[in-house]
């Protein structure tokens, strides 16, 4: 097995395409995604103000939408369908409107309204906006509520805590600072780690199985089968690992995303997640044995894994067919184990869970693999 | 012409004559079409299970509780003791949300005062944190309103001029395009164009990889390629634009000439840029790997799923070089906000912008080849049997 592995490791530091798949490729698509996400929240989404008003009200609720963090008055539309266009371009995310005689109504007790749209297509940018205006009118009008009060010769702090009989405090579980953004990362990571953990084993594999190749000769190398295996595929764990841990480093110590949980639980899914990964690829090669085939196979169950991991739409959501698809997928557990031991600090008996999941996918494919490749030794199949 | 002509047939027995590059093109449309949108099926996020920590079990709190409960975006499905057993009950996953009702909420409102009441919500999963907060912050707001307006009218005022005191305008919120905020509809249109350009990637570039140097004048060549792609994704962009997006039931406002318009240029800038990447990365594995890998991040460079305003600058513009970004911009308009072509005229300048540099390269790349195959045309014939 030895033998196989420095063999291996030498092949990758001949080969610049191998060593560019599994290492400087993923480095460069980690960096990238980083850099996506290195921004933080988004804010200042633009937004088209209707104001058929032009009263001092209006214009104080405008100044309030600017001064909310999530949206920024870029247009003075004239009419709706001004705005509706402005939107449809992309020039602006929302709209708010204004009517005419809103001031002079609301001080009659008319309670005219205030319309807010927004472009729920882009629902991200769109629910922003809803939210950041909402906000901003509703400061507006508790600043109009508060002077009528104390018009009424309510004192200030009294007028204040009657404008809310319930106030709702709100707190976010587990991830106090909304940090969505090393979140998404933390997915992300693993995401396109697993597509070239698979496609770049089967592709390393594939080389053995190359013209002038004969894939006998690792088996005998390495004195069995389960040890040729194990040699062949071990150096590239270890490189994965490299490569996973290096942006693991700038994650959790860089960009000071919080690590609340046990650490060998964490490095133990590791292991287990990019061991899942690779063995994808060798069972999608060692069946097809073409690794064009192999490709597909890994591109069909890795490229579309992201959506399965329940991050944008929630897993419990999904229906039964899609949560045990993404079940069989070892990156859906890796992430939740991610999360629970970095954000969530979920107890240890919790999160053991997906650390077994991920051992029974490994075992799993471990053993279709061996399978696969003692009938071939046995039938003595060689690739062309 | 016959030369474009002899091109374009050519491209064509390389494209249906290879069955790896066909399966690339038809089979993950199929496999790609069911897989991808599976897990957004179900569309709406309702009754997210929330606990119910009712510490003042009073009329009041049974009121509340009730009110949060009825929302139809969360549900209350438990009650627990104290936070600790509440945030165990989260950290299973079995809620993703807590409503906690202090004692003496009922207390405080009976005398006047203002009577808080916390809600948790599970931060660690993006939607279910918005649908929690949105689900308890409309009742307990209503009730609030309800108290003081009850308050007020305990002073003496008048119904309609509590109201108004209360809240003097209504604030309506009217989401355009996709009203139901269905899940699906938001990343679906989006999701299509992404594919069918990996797919255009994968499977032109792995055509042009296998390709032996083709013999006579490159941009006669380029072009009869390019008429090639025209005639098969006159096929298949209407199945991935307009049949895919009605089979999932999403709506459609735009017209399919619109959308035809922006996915020729759409088209024809992904199929030269797979003759680009071709001529880098040159192994036909090495390729498909490279773009298997590159999807997502193409995916949020496009400024969809990830506001293109908190997108930093520099990685804006390369996004720009990308098909994708003009593509998804121009045909989700079309399509799901019912653009018109001058609404989109950006990104349909921007994909013929990027038709032509491709072009160029791609011409480029084939004269290149062509000066250092010169002479070897006849080894092209045997060269293709085997493929």
Redesign the interface.
């Known amino acids: 097995m030895g033998r196989v592995m420095v063999r291996e490791l030498a092949l990758l530091l001949r080969r610049p395409?191998l060593l560019?798949?599994v290492v400087v490729?993923?480095v460069l698509?980690i960096a990238?995604?980083t850099?996506?996400?290195?921004?933080?929240?988004?804010?200042?989404?633009?937004v088209a103000v209707v104001d058929l008003d032009r009263s001092d009200l209006s214009r104080s609720i405008t100044r309030m939408l600017d001064a909310a963090p999530e949206v920024q008055v870029t247009h003075q539309a004239l009419n709706l369908s001004e705005a509706?266009?402005l939107?449809?371009?992309?020039a602006v995310?929302g709209a708010v409107w204004l009517p005419a005689g809103?001031e002079r109504d609301?001080t009659r007790?008319?309670?005219?309204?205030?319309?807010?749209?927004?472009?729920?297509?882009?629902?991200?940018?769109?629910?922003?906006v809803?939210r950041g205006?909402?906000g901003a009118?509703?400061t507006a009008?508790a600043g109009?509520?508060l002077s009528?009060?104390q018009g009424k010769g309510e004192a200030p702090a009294q007028a204040q805590?009657?404008?809310?009989?319930?106030?709702?405090?709100?707190?976010?579980?587990?991830?106090?600072a909304?940090d969505?953004v090393h979140?998404l990362l933390a997915a992300?990571v693993p995401?396109?780690l697993q597509?070239?953990a698979a496609?770049?084993t089967a592709?390393a594999i594939?080389l053995d199985f190359g013209p002038g190749r004969d894939p006998r000769d690792l088996v005998r190398l390495a004195g069995g089968i389960l040890p040729a295996m194990l040699g062949k595929i071990l150096p590239y764990t270890g490189a994965f690992l490299l490569v996973l841990g290096l942006s693991d480093v700038v994650l959790y110590g860089w960009l000071g995303v919080p690590l609340r949980g046990s650490l060998p639980l964490m490095a133990a899914g590791a292991v287990l997640f990019v061991l899942a990964a690779q063995l994808i690829g060798t069972l999608a090669f060692v069946l097809t044995r073409n690794?064009?085939?192999a490709?597909?196979i890994?591109?069909?169950i890795?490229?579309?894994a992201?959506?399965?991991m329940?991050?944008?739409?929630?897993?419990?959501?999904?229906?039964p067919?899609?949560q045990a698809?993404?079940a069989l997928i070892p990156g859906t557990w890796y992430v939740q184990l991610r999360?629970?031991q970095s954000?969530?600090a979920?107890?240890v008996e919790?999160s053991i869970w997906p650390v077994l999941w991920l051992a029974l996918i490994a075992l799993g494919l471990a053993a279709l693999v061996l399978a696969q490749l003692t009938r071939l030794h046995r039938t003595g199949t060689v690739a062309t | 012409m016959n030369a474009v002509l002899r091109a374009m047939r050519d491209e064509l027995r390389a494209l249906f004559g290879d069955a790896?590059v066909l399966?690339?093109l038809l089979?993950?449309l199929l496999?790609?079409a069911v897989?991808?949108p599976?897990?957004?099926?179900?569309e709406l996020?309702r009754d997210v299970p929330v606990v119910l920590v009712d510490q003042d079990r009073t009329t009041a709190s049974a009121d509340?509780a009730r009110r949060v409960d009825a929302s139809e975006a969360v549900a209350i499905r438990t009650d627990a003791r104290d936070m600790a057993q509440a945030?165990?009950l989260?950290?299973?996953?079995r809620a993703y949300?807590?409503l906690l009702i202090p004692e003496g909420f009922e207390r405080q409102?009976l005398r006047g005062?203002?009577?808080?009441?916390?809600?948790?919500?599970?931060?660690?999963?993006?939607?279910?944190?918005?649908r929690v907060?949105q689900g308890?912050?409309v009742p307990?707001?209503q009730?609030?309103a309800e108290?003081?307006v009850g308050?007020l009218m305990a002073a003496g005022a008048a119904l309609?001029?509590a109201?108004?005191?209360?809240?003097?305008?209504?604030?309506?919120?009217?989401?355009?395009?996709?009203?139901a905020?269905g899940?699906a509809?938001?990343?679906l249109?989006a999701a299509f164009v992404l594919i069918l350009q990996?797919t255009i990637l994968m499977g032109l570039a792995?055509a042009a990889t296998r390709r032996l140097q083709g013999a006579g004048n490159p941009v006669v060549l380029v072009l009869g390629r390019m008429a090639a792609w025209v005639a098969i994704y006159a096929v298949l962009l209407p199945i991935y634009l307009i049949v895919l997006p009605a089979l999932y039931g999403l709506p459609n406002l735009g017209r399919v000439r619109d959308a035809l318009a922006i996915g020729l240029p759409f088209v024809l800038a992904a199929g030269l840029l797979a003759q680009c990447v071709a001529a880098v990365f040159r192994?036909?594995?090495?390729v498909?790997?490279?773009l298997?890998?590159?999807?997502?991040?193409f995916f949020?460079?496009s400024g969809?799923?990830?506001?293109v305003?908190?997108?930093?600058p520099v990685?804006n513009a390369v996004a720009q070089l990308v098909p994708s970004t003009p593509a998804i911009?121009g045909l989700?308009?079309v399509s799901?906000?019912?653009?018109q072509l001058p609404?989109?005229a950006?990104p349909l300048w921007h994909l013929w912008a990027l038709t032509a540099g491709f072009g160029l390269l791609a011409v480029l790349i084939q004269t290149l080849q062509t000066r250092s195959a010169s002479g070897l045309s006849d080894m092209q014939a045997t060269g293709r049997s085997e493929t």
């Open positions: 395409v560019g798949l490729l993923p698509l990238l995604l850099s996506i996400f290195r921004a933080g929240i988004p804010t200042g989404m633009a509706r266009a939107i449809v371009s992309g995310r809103l609301m007790g008319e309670r005219p309204e205030i319309v807010t749209f927004y472009d729920n297509q882009y629902m991200s940018a769109g629910s922003m809803a205006a909402r009118i509703d009008l109009l509520r009528i009060r805590s009657a404008l809310q009989p319930i106030p709702m405090q709100t707190h976010a579980l587990f991830n106090p909304f969505y979140f992300l995401t396109v597509i070239l496609a770049g592709y594939s690794i064009g085939t490709a597909s890994v591109a069909v890795t490229a579309p992201f959506g399965y329940g991050l944008g739409f929630p897993r419990e959501a999904m229906s067919v899609a698809w993404g999360i629970d954000l969530r979920t107890p919790i | 790896q399966s690339i089979v993950s496999i790609y897989i991808y599976l897990p957004y099926r179900a996020l509340l945030v165990r989260v950290q299973e996953r949300g807590v409102l005062r203002q009577s808080p009441v916390a809600v948790y919500a599970d931060a660690s999963y993006f939607l279910m944190y918005q907060m308890a912050a307990i707001r009730m609030g108290v003081e308050r309609q001029v109201r108004a005191q209360v809240s003097p305008a209504t604030q309506v919120e009217v989401p355009l395009f996709n009203p905020a899940y509809t938001y990343v249109p990996q792995l192994s036909d594995a090495v498909q790997i490279v298997l890998a590159l999807g997502l991040p949020f460079l969809f799923a990830w506001p305003e908190a997108i930093p990685l911009s989700v308009r799901q906000m019912g653009a609404d989109v950006m």
